[in-house]
């Protein structure tokens, strides 16, 4: 997840050291005769607030006041933070070699929102950072008055905290209290994937963006666990999580199905809450069967359910296999997939998406062909 601000960058962080005191007057003096002037201010104040909030990690660790917990947590951030540029080639800066203690859970919380028959999502535009599918607020009070005015006009709405974002290298982005809250390697995941957000960034294109740094982010953990000599991830957790997520975009395909259908607006309706009905009948189906009763997403699957909750998972989640793909053509080399990435980047949006669309195609058409190979070898597939 990124936020950004209005501001020209004069090198790595040393722009932000210089305004730090003067960003509510910019913003303001930028943004007056907008009509979204509230909405500006308070991020201008919140990113403020939290750049005032900053210490530098290698003075905590110092301190010998420094909690004890927390010295751990940043010592393994910092482990992190060096390997994210050394072995996978992501930004060399001073972001996440800061801290900040925000006294809260998330430091933003986002607002998703759709039409009521439509998974097209609300978007907002932004200088700079282009259009993204949520807003973003310091303050959950705040979020929530967004998200019932939405629900006043016949919008779908979500709202769901975030632990990280990134400025996509504009200031000298810290680490925060919500982060270290996760373990060790929730941790050092964060790090990669908002450190990907500013190896690359493309305007208007938030599915490209997050399943990037998604990407980067579970490959990033894989070779993290690796170099310490770690065991990879438990195969059972991992397909857990695969499933969880193919279940939500298959129900995400068939609602686009109903909607785009000759169903009128009733019938779409019932149509709709028929598939949520579904969706948490598989689900039943999935955890009471092959996971063995593991409940780990029964609290977000027996939430309210609308098409905005849905959103984030076709967001952060829809390229990740593409990008695998273009990573496995290239062989594990990180620079010359942040230049395949960069090519796919400078390509009209149509084409990056029939490119993506390829890359995917390609690496089912692989593991098809791997499988047959393996049967015939075996003598079970005909000659």
């Known amino acids: 997840m990124f936020r950004i601000f209005l501001f020209q960058r004069s090198g790595p962080g040393a722009l932000d050291r210089v305004l730090t005191a003067f960003v509510p007057v910019l913003a303001a003096l930028l943004l007056s005769g907008c009509s979204s002037v509230s909405y500006y201010s308070q991020l201008a104040e919140g990113q403020w607030q939290l750049l005032r909030a900053r210490q ?137 994937h908002e450190l990907a957000h500013q190896r690359f960034y493309v305007q208007d294109d938030t599915e490209f963006n997050e399943s990037f740094a998604t990407f980067v982010e579970q490959q990033g953990t894989r070779q993290w666990r690796a170099s310490r000599g770690l065991p990879a991830v438990a195969e059972g957790a991992g ?21 785009a259908g000759p169903l009128n607006d009733a019938g779409k309706r019932a149509a709709k809450q028929a598939e949520f009905e579904r969706l948490r009948r598989e689900y039943r189906q999935l955890r009471d069967g092959a996971w063995a009763g593991d409940g780990r997403y029964d609290a977000w699957m027996y939430a309210p359910m609308n098409n905005a909750k849905l959103l984030p998972f076709g967001l952060y989640d829809q390229w990740v296999p593409a990008f695998a793909a273009l990573f496995a053509e290239v062989g594990g080399d990180w620079a010359r997939f942040y230049q395949r990435v960069e090519q796919l980047g400078r390509m009209p949006a149509d084409r990056r998406k029939a490119a993506l669309a390829a890359l995917i195609a390609g690496q089912a058409r692989s593991h098809a062909i791997d499988a047959f190979e393996g049967l015939r070898g075996s003598g079970l597939a005909p000659r």
Request: with cysteine; aromatic share 12%; hydrophobic share 40%.
């Open 56 to 192: 530098p990690v290698e003075r905590l660790l110092a301190d010998p006041a420094t909690e004890p917990t927390l010295r751990q947590r940043l010592l393994h951030a910092e482990q992190a933070r060096v390997f994210a540029s050394e072995q996978l080639k992501l930004p060399d800066n001073r972001s996440y070699r800061v801290y900040a203690d925000l006294g809260r859970p998330y430091v933003v919380w986002n607002v998703f929102a759709t039409p009521e028959l439509s998974l097209q999502p609300v978007t907002h535009c932004f200088p700079i950072a282009g259009c993204v599918a949520y807003r973003g607020y310091y303050r959950q009070g705040a979020a929530r008055g967004a998200a019932a005015l939405m629900r006043q006009q016949g919008m779908d709405v979500y709202v769901g905290g975030v632990e990280a974002y990134s400025t996509l290298g504009w200031f000298d982005d810290p680490l925060l209290s919500s982060m270290v809250g996760w373990g060790d390697e929730r941790l050092a995941s964060l790090i990669f």
């Open 239 to 259: 397909r857990q999580r695969e499933q969880f997520i193919g279940l939500v975009l298959a129900s995400r395909e068939r609602l686009q199905e109903i909607y």
